[in-house]
């Protein structure tokens, strides 16, 4: 099996090329210059590897949570790929990247999202549980006495009062096992209708929070 990896939802962005054997290669993306950087990457490591587009098993992107506009590029970018490739898609969840830093039997990811809420994705193994944007003292009341874990030491502080454990933001690379157990069942997404994580509240729910402000 042979994997494009794309990673631009986080600070830092990353992209890979991977097979059922490991990872063959990777390139960074620093900063916010995914948008200019991404293609040119993936068509060097592809061309240094001797690959073309149609011998993937699937393009990996990380679909968010995580900064909109890098969201919004690497997920245009894989669907690009795959539509002009012929090839399928495979959207895993930043979270889930998170979560599994850490081996523990359920672990809560802890991302920030801006105006004091949070991401968070609770996770069993690599199968998710749930995930939902949230307020910090919603945060506290889900995760209870788990497992917390973060990569972002904002996040780190907000929550300390819970031992939260610090992991590095993933890279792409890190996406390669959900790769490979989806290729395993087939389990792709749908290309044309896959949408980015963004994990919005609902307007019932900002009504709601509203009227309970006032």
Same mark, same amino acid.
């Given at each position: 099996?042979?994997?494009?990896?794309?990673?631009?939802?986080?600070?830092?962005?990353? #992209? @890979?090329? $991977?097979? &059922?054997?490991? =990872?063959?290669?990777?390139?960074?993306?620093? *900063? /916010?210059?995914?948008?200019?950087?991404?293609?040119?990457?993936?068509?060097?490591?592809?061309?240094?590897?001797?690959?073309?587009?149609?011998?993937?098993?699937?393009?990996?992107?990380?679909?968010?949570?995580?900064?909109?506009?890098?969201?919004?590029?690497?997920?245009?970018?894989?669907?690009?790929?795959?539509?002009?490739?012929?090839?399928?898609?495979?959207?895993?969840?930043?979270?889930?990247? #998170? @979560?599994? $830093?850490? &081996?523990?039997? =359920?672990?809560?990811?802890?991302?920030?999202? *801006? /105006?004091?809420?949070?991401?968070?994705?609770?996770?069993?193994?690599?199968?998710?549980?749930?995930?939902?944007?949230?307020?910090?003292?919603?945060?506290?009341?889900?995760?209870?006495?788990?497992?917390?874990?973060?990569?972002?030491?904002?996040?780190?502080?907000?929550?300390?009062?819970?031992?939260?454990?610090?992991?590095?933001?993933?890279?792409?690379?890190?996406?390669?096992?959900?790769?490979?157990?989806?290729?395993?069942?087939?389990?792709?997404?749908?290309?044309?209708?896959?949408?980015?994580?963004?994990?919005?509240?609902?307007?019932?729910?900002?009504?709601?929070?509203?009227?309970?402000?006032?």
């Amino acid at each position: 099996m042979r994997f494009l990896l794309i990673h631009t939802s986080g600070a830092e962005g990353s #992209v @890979a090329l $991977a097979s &059922d054997s490991g =990872v063959l290669a990777s390139a960074p993306l620093p *900063g /916010r210059s995914a948008s200019e950087r991404l293609l040119p990457a993936v068509r060097r490591l592809m061309e240094s590897a001797g690959w073309r587009l149609p011998d993937l098993t699937a393009v990996v992107v990380v679909n968010g949570p995580g900064s909109f506009t890098g969201v919004r590029v690497g997920l245009s970018a894989a669907k690009g790929l795959c539509e002009a490739g012929g090839v399928p898609m495979i959207a895993v969840s930043r979270l889930a990247l #998170v @979560a599994a $830093a850490i &081996d523990d039997v =359920v672990v809560h990811a802890v991302l920030d999202a *801006g /105006r004091g809420e949070f991401y968070c994705g609770e996770y069993a193994g690599r199968r998710m549980v749930r995930e939902a944007l949230l307020h910090g003292d919603e945060v506290r009341a889900v995760v209870g006495n788990g497992t917390v874990v973060v990569c972002e030491p904002k996040v780190a502080e907000a929550f300390r009062d819970l031992n939260p454990q610090m992991v590095c933001e993933p890279s792409a690379e890190a996406a390669l096992p959900f790769a490979l157990e989806r290729a395993r069942t087939g389990t792709f997404d749908d290309v044309a209708l896959k949408d980015a994580n963004y994990l919005r509240r609902t307007d019932l729910e900002i009504q709601a929070r509203l009227r309970t402000a006032q």
